[in-house]
């Protein structure tokens, strides 16, 4: 057995009872109400879930097991030369509840190295597919693919006792995320390189070894991608991907079904796809101006332009936040660091200056300022990776980490299916207006 998976065991007994106690003890406590609105507002602020990798604040942005973004930059260990982060230390944290030394990410990264192999069928699952299909339509399909490799749904079938689905999820978990990279590049290396690909290397960490099937080997580039994994890996479970992964995952699906069920939803627009719709609108923009950098004055019509015929400016707006999001700051600390002058990040910074002022004048936008998908795109331009269309993935890659993690510990506690009520309108109406 793995020391990640002894060590996760060692305290499973230990939650199991803390849990059993918390809820014969509080279960009856009253933790919030819910009224009409929010029933015909997606179910804004109403607590609904357990999920025990990370906390969302609307002011402070996200909290792993209790550190902010700033803190994990600074105390998660890093590769040797590197400046962020390794996402296997996130990773260790959000499974694990506590911090990672050296050692301990060093052995996740060799584990998933030794689990990162692709069978065949999977690539020809892929060639099969038309290249002009959504990159992210093909990701979901390739991960569903893996699926016949699941320790979870063959042990199942051979009777599987319910307090070792975790074991047998573990398995899926760490399988999948040591995959997912090689699979994302193959679609990407097919549609964009000529079906040029790149064979994985040995020794590396998880996301220098993905930057390299990908086809770059700039060192800043492999620190970005570093900061990427890390930053957009876990965002509590109330968005779109973790929660379809979850409801998908209480039906007792596998791994595989319910990641390629979050991967679905992180493909909408208002959600993952936004980093696209960031690049595509701001080259747009570009364009229709002129070229070069736009003055605040012609950004500024743009924009109301846009919210005249009657779309969202991607990038801004959040259905929890109501602050600048940290995971936007630490990508525009990396991109005041490295590339300050690069006219991109110098027309997001523009834009980051115009927006919010504009879409507070709307009156009904509740948090007018950037989200992560308004920084990510212009990073990954500058050091060459200018397919934006296949960016979601990149941001999917990373969900693995946060959702895996979510994945184990709902099977670890024996979370139920889900099964929320819903009602209809006459039935509201006949209850409150006569
Ligand atoms: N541009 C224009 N209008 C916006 C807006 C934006 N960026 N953000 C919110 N609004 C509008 C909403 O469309 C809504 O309009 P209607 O009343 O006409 O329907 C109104 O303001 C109120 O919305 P809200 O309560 O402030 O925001 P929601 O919680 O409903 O939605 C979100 C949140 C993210 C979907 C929304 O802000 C948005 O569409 N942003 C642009 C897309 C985007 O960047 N998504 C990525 C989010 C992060 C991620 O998941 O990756």
Do not use: C
């Amino acid at each position: 057995m793995s020391s990640l998976k002894k060590k996760f065991e060692e305290q499973l007994s230990q939650s199991r009872i803390k849990v059993k106690n918390f809820v014969s003890d509080y279960g009856d406590k009253v933790i919030g109400e819910i009224n009409l609105r929010q029933l015909y507002s997606g179910m804004r602020g109403m607590l609904s879930m357990i999920t025990e990798t990370s906390k969302l604040d609307p002011n402070e942005g996200i909290r792993f097991r209790g550190y902010t973004l700033p803190e994990i930059q600074d105390v998660l260990p890093r590769a040797e030369g590197s400046n962020q982060p390794l996402p296997e230390g996130i990773f260790y944290l959000m499974l694990i509840g506590s911090l990672p030394d050296e050692k301990d990410v060093k052995q996740i990264s060799l584990e998933l190295e030794k689990r990162s192999n692709v069978p065949n069928h999977v690539f020809d699952v892929i060639n099969n597919l038309p290249k002009d299909m959504h990159p992210m339509t093909q990701f979901s399909i390739a991960i569903l693919s893996l699926q016949n490799g699941s320790n979870f749904s063959v042990s199942y079938k051979s009777g599987l006792n319910k307090l070792d689905y975790w074991d047998a999820t573990f398995e899926d978990a760490l399988d999948l995320i040591a995959r997912i990279p090689r699979v994302a590049a193959y679609i990407y290396r097919r549609i964009y390189h000529n079906e040029k690909y790149i064979e994985p290397i040995k020794g590396v960490d998880w996301s220098k070894n993905f930057a390299h099937m990908l086809g770059f080997s700039d060192s800043e580039f492999i620190d970005l991608i570093r900061l990427y994994m890390t930053i957009h890996s876990d965002h509590e479970g109330g968005n779109v991907s973790a929660h379809a992964s979850h409801l998908v995952g209480s039906a007792l699906s596998d791994a595989y079904i319910s990641f390629s069920a979050g991967m679905n939803g992180l493909a909408g627009p208002l959600h993952g796809l936004a980093n696209q719709e960031v690049v595509r609108w701001l080259l747009e923009m570009q364009e229709s101006l002129g070229g070069g950098l736009p003055s605040r004055d012609n950004i500024s019509e743009y924009v109301q332009k846009s919210l005249s015929e009657g779309k969202v400016i991607p990038g801004f707006g959040h259905a929890v936040l109501r602050k600048t999001d940290p995971r936007y700051t630490a990508q525009r600390e990396f991109a005041l660091k490295y590339l300050p002058d690069d006219e991109l990040f110098l027309l997001v910074s523009r834009v980051y200056e115009v927006v919010p002022s504009i879409l507070e004048s709307t009156g009904k936008v509740k948090n007018p300022w950037p989200n992560v998908d308004a920084h990510s795109g212009v990073l990954l331009l500058k050091y060459g990776m200018t397919e934006y269309d296949f960016f979601t993935v990149l941001f999917g890659v990373s969900r693995s980490l946060g959702i895996m993690a979510q994945l184990i510990w709902s099977r670890a506690l024996g979370m139920p299916i889900e099964r929320p009520g819903s009602t209809t309108t006459d039935l509201m109406i006949k209850k409150f207006s006569n």
